[in-house]
């Protein structure tokens, strides 16, 4: 189960790849997505030029915290637990602030990752799973 864990913590990581590549302008993850533009606590403050660049920043080092976390529970290291804890949560405050404050399209502004890192949360932090024995 362990190994399970580490392979869905590093897909999850691609995951932000896949965002960080939307947010640079690299590719639409589908057409016609705007996401990160219009956010609710940057756009009006930095511009949507500036807005894109901070979430590109913040989603790389939300993936390598989570790629880390996974090659951790890999190898068996203690570290991966609270590192994964802080990826998740930085994740979690990431999609919630770069959201356009609207509510249609919530799966492609993000909600379904934060589902899922309330999930690893849980897992972790409540339940202390899995088991590093």
Sequence with gaps: MRFIFGVFI???GLVHLLYFGQSARYFELKPGMTWPNGSWAFSKLLGD???????SITL???AVGLLASGIGIFV???WWR????AAAALSSVIFI???NGRTQNLDGQGLVGILIDM???AAVLVLR?????
């Design 10 to 12: 590093v897909l999850h």
């Design 49 to 55: 030029a500036a807005t894109g660049n901070l979430a």
């Design 60 to 62: 790389i080092t939300a």
């Design 76 to 78: 068996g290291q203690a």
């Design 82 to 85: 609270p590192l994964v804890v």
């Design 97 to 99: 602030l770069f959201w």
């Design 119 to 121: 999930a690893i949360l």
């Design 129 to 133: 799973w899995p088991s590093t024995e």
